[in-house]
């Protein structure tokens, strides 16, 4: 795999092969405009790590020591979709949601990029297994898994 300097869109899926392991991620714009994220698709992680730019992650991404490099997906990932609009049907299955509230006394989201699942009982956020009224707003599928096996 070498690298690739034509940066993809934020929402387009990414392969990236590490030392140890082979991981999908999306780099995902904040609501608020601050900058941008690495969205774990293959661990189910949300980098704390925000970069200014597209550009500017996948630039610190090949800087790492444990990536060997990185490449586009064929796939691309799907819109998003109003929660007011449709939900999510299969139950406990995994998407990526937009939510903001108070999952405690002391945290406040807006519009923040977490993993959840909905089923009759209303939405389930992964971080925040407590939290009863979580307001998602829009919500997108996770690309498939690879077909290859990355072990």
Known sequence: MTENKEYPDSLEAIHVKRVKDEVDVVLLPHKDGSGYSFVNLTKGHICPCVFPSVEA???DLEQKEDVLGWKRKDVHMSCWISADERLPEDSYESVIAIVSGNPSKSI???GA???ASYDEEGWYIDEFPEWDTPKVRYWMDL???PEEDLN
Request: no cysteine.
């Open 108 to 110: 406040t989201l807006i």
């Open 113 to 115: 990029y977490q993993f």
């Open 143 to 145: 690309p498939d898994s």
């Open 57 to 59: 992650g996948l630039h």
